[in-house]
């Protein structure tokens, strides 16, 4: 299985949570995971239940592995991430442009 490639490109959208912290809040760990973000090169996007990353499929993985081990070093224990991973071969299209698409069909 070693001579399959990974795609170029993918759009990602993650949900990390970190458990078993002294608080139900986890906006300190989303800060410092976008903190980190900020500075990878990629283009990303934070909504409200997560984080949509876009690159090639190698960094996008890098920087989702990058946050889980900045946060186990600042003591969280156990982190959970859910990943949904977009990828296709007919055209480029970011997640800007699929956003664009659906407000333009709504007539926005």
């Not at 002294?22 to 909504?47: F, N, W």
């Not at 592995?65 to 003591?75: D, I, R, S, Y």
Request: with cysteine; net charge neutral; glycine share 8%.
């Amino acid at each position: 299985m070693s001579n399959i490639a990974t795609p170029d490109h993918c759009v990602a959208d993650f949900c990390l949570v970190p458990m078993g912290t002294s608080s139900p809040s986890v906006s300190d760990q989303v800060a410092d995971v976008h903190r980190m973000i900020e500075t990878c090169g990629l283009k990303y996007v934070m909504h409200s239940a997560g984080t949509t990353l876009e690159g090639s499929w190698d960094r996008v993985h890098q920087v989702i592995g990058q946050a889980h081990t900045m946060l186990h070093q600042k003591g969280v224990v156990r982190i959970h991430t859910d990943v949904r991973i977009g990828t296709r071969t007919d055209k480029v299209q970011s997640f800007e442009d699929k956003v664009a698409k659906v407000q333009q069909i709504l007539g926005k």
